[in-house]
């Protein structure tokens, strides 16, 4: 029986053979300008099980650009630790090369520079090719799709989710869970997920009139592979009918519940099962307090937050695997279980750079047959940018920016609110901007454009309540998203604070003066969770400014001031 | 625009925040526990208490209490205008001492349970349930 100690002495050797062998090459490789799909998908297969994670897709089938945030802040226990290092602290950790690869698919300096050199990231073609030579190395690896896949773009909206339904199938996964699928509507879903190939999987996914597990969405799957028993639990968001418009699906309540996932836990194990999986749309640091509170999780294949490490974080025995979003990253696990347990493992995020990966064939063309019907909406150019074009970072970013700014000028507003949601790819300065493009940071089945009043004591009172969200010291307070962004408007944030002290200083910019709490202001802002919200759709009022602007430009936004960190 | 208060519901902020107690209002966790026990101490162990750490809809939150050789249990949600939520009693022929129900909650507070045991000891515990506005999830 091998003890915890050897155990982590395992772990370290195959994470420090992994890192010495496959990772700290591309440094070199690009070096000598030689980076190919065979250094990426180089991997000695290890052990007798291998697992294969995407998550957080987002509707994305073909190559774009993506960001990783500059700005990502530990609270807590989590302060300074992985996933909240970023930039060259990243770098470092990790032994990346600056200017390398893995500088720019994990790090945001000079963002638009290297991807002037290593070009677009992801398409679900180059994800089928790399998919393709895993199983080649290993016919029955598991394929494990961690959610947030059928939302995010022009043709899932107007397909209802359709497209990536169709796309996904031709890829062939085990099991999925979910989190914005449920934003399509819980009769949507029940259609789709009833003529799923695969396992649609929540242990946290209830019946909100019982409080009752649901037939639908089971707890997990056993699987049989090359003699060994996997079992694969799913974890749904948490907190999806309060970050998420919950009148949608009424039917369904979700919670965290870690008593029960550790009865899930039991329960496989009892039933035989040598190699826990969590397949989780938890977040981060949710996943590190449920691995340290819940025993006998081999892996843990983390999403939502939409994170991407070279490495898996260990807690006590659990490895967590971040696999980044927006199909950028693919990672690959094979464990080595024997005797009833994971006696090692190896793991290798593989970065999809699309012009070093060859498109499947079969998969690029239904891709485009999703596109066919929308292709000239999708390509319509509508603008250029001048500027960098970015949504990820725990305060704003540009792309944030220009909506809110397009929300001032278009609902003539003082102040415009824009969610903290994560996903959305980049736009290089001087690219032309598509309405694909403005689709894939906007759409949403509940995107449209409010305008009201709200007293100055509102405003911070929603401000103070979605830095709870993200900087409560316990995770399990936390939902996961970013701070919602604001235009017209700065404020102090103290992070460190508890709720009702974090924030201060609330300034209107255009007059420089202080709100007063009790004075109204026009708040234009989108993406309510509460039903009959009136206005035009986000996308439109995006699309009619930036076209009136021609060309786009954002300035830097200095207008939050963050201390604490 | 006249901004009511049902549309201020709809704007993207449940009032529900705007409208939890004042910290210093509410009776502190330790002083309704006390008051349940008369002050005597209430051990950790022996009670279980299960609630959502971030309630889905501060209306109606399921909660479920469970402490194995109670003769009685009180829950009380501290942060309400009246903390008193239910006492369960559990005579001598009850197959086990759990009881659930769904309660309001008036805002991000304290649920307290205290178990009262057949010897006359105290259990007690609590658990921070979190009433939010919400809405930008990643």
Redesign the interface.
């Known amino acids: 029986m091998i003890s915890r100690r050897d155990f982590l002495q395992v772990s370290m050797a195959a994470s420090a053979l992994y890192g010495a062998s496959g990772f700290g090459n591309w440094g070199r490789l690009a070096a000598q300008q030689r980076l190919t799909q065979d250094d990426l998908l180089n991997f000695d297969t290890f052990g007798n099980v291998t697992l294969i994670h995407v998550t957080d897709i987002h509707a994305q089938m073909k190559p774009i650009y993506f960001r990783e945030p500059e700005i990502n802040l530990g609270v807590g226990e989590a302060r300074g630790q992985m996933p909240h290092i970023t930039g060259a602290d990243f770098r470092r950790a990790y032994g990346i090369a600056d200017g390398s690869p893995s500088h720019y698919a994990l790090t945001y300096n000079d963002f638009s520079a290297l991807a002037g050199t290593y070009g677009r990231v992801g398409g679900l073609d180059r994800v089928a090719t790399v998919i393709n030579a895993i199983r080649a190395d290993r016919p029955d690896a598991l394929l494990l799709d961690g959610g947030d896949t059928w939302h995010g773009s022009y043709t899932c909206y107007h397909t209802e989710g359709q497209d990536m339904v169709n796309v996904m199938n031709a890829l062939n996964p085990d099991a999925m869970t979910f989190h914005w699928e449920f934003t399509l509507g819980s009769e949507r879903v029940q259609e789709i997920v009833e003529n799923l190939p695969f396992a649609a999987l929540g242990q946290n996914i209830f019946d909100a009139e019982w409080d009752e597990p649901t037939d639908l969405f089971p707890p997990y799957k056993m699987f049989e592979r090359g003699g060994t028993k996997i079992a694969v639990i799913g974890q749904a968001f948490p907190y999806m009918p309060i970050a998420n418009p919950g009148w949608m699906f009424p039917e369904y309540s979700f919670g965290i519940r870690d008593e029960r996932m550790q009865e899930m836990v039991d329960e496989v194990r009892d039933m035989g099962a040598e190699v826990v999986v969590v397949l989780s749309h938890n977040g981060f640091d949710v996943d590190k307090k449920m691995a340290s509170r819940v025993s006998g999780i081999d892996v843990i294949l983390s999403g939502h937050t939409h994170d991407a490490l070279p490495e898996p974080v260990l807690v006590n025995e659990t490895i967590i695997v971040a696999s980044g979003s927006n199909g950028k990253f693919v990672s690959r696990v094979d464990l080595d279980v024997r005797d009833g347990r994971m006696m090692g493992f190896k793991h290798k995020l593989i970065p999809i750079f699309s012009d070093v990966i060859t498109p499947d064939a079969q998969v690029a063309a239904l891709i485009d047959e999703q596109r066919a019907p929308y292709i000239n909406e999708l390509t319509e150019v509508i603008g250029q940018s001048e500027s960098l074009l970015y949504r990820r970072g725990n305060f704003n970013g540009s792309w944030d920016d220009l909506i809110c700014q397009a929300l001032i000028e278009e609902r003539e507003a003082d102040i415009a609110m824009s969610p903290g949601v994560r996903w959305g790819p980049s736009i290089l300065p001087g690219q032309d901007i598509t309405r694909e493009d403005i689709w894939n940071v906007t759409s949403m089945t509940y995107g449209k454009a409010y305008r009201t009043e709200m007293t100055g004591e509102f405003i911070h009172v929603i401000l103070e309540d979605v830095a709870d969200n993200l900087f409560n010291v316990d995770p399990y307070y936390q939902q996961g998203g970013d701070m919602v962004r604001i235009g017209g408007m700065g404020y102090r944030i103290d992070i460190n604070q508890p709720q009702g002290s974090r924030i201060s200083e609330l300034t209107l910019l255009k007059t420089g003066e202080r709100i007063d709490p009790a004075k109204n202001y026009v708040v234009a802002g989108w993406a309510s969770v509460n039903e009959g919200t009136e206005g035009p759709q986000i996308w439109d009022v995006v699309e009619d400014y930036i076209r009136k602007q021609g060309t786009v430009s954002v300035a830097p936004n200095n207008s939050v001031k963050v201390v604490g960190t | ?3 009511t208060r049902r ?8 009032a529900l ?2 409208a939890a107690l004042p910290a210093k209002l509410m009776a502190s966790t330790s002083d309704l526990i006390a008051g349940v026990t008369g002050g005597a101490a209430a051990s950790a162990d022996g009670i279980e208490l ?1 609630a ?6 501060g209306n109606t939150v ?1 909660v479920a209490v469970s402490a194995p050789g109670a003769v009685a249990i009180t829950m009380l949600a501290g942060g309400n205008p009246t903390p008193g939520v239910a006492k369960f009693t559990f005579g001598p022929g009850s197959a086990e001492q759990s009881a659930s129900t769904r309660i309001r909650l008036a805002g ?1 507070q304290d649920v307290i349970a205290i178990a009262e045991m057949a010897d006359g000891s105290f259990a007690a515990v609590h658990k ?1 349930v ?1 009433v ?7």
Do not use: D, H, S
Not at chain 2, 132 to 137: F, V
């Open positions: 625009m006249t901004f549309e201020t519901l709809a704007v993207g902020g449940a925040a705007v299960t959502p750490e971030i309630a889905e809809n399921p991000t921070t979190k939010t506005i919400g809405g930008c999830g990643g």
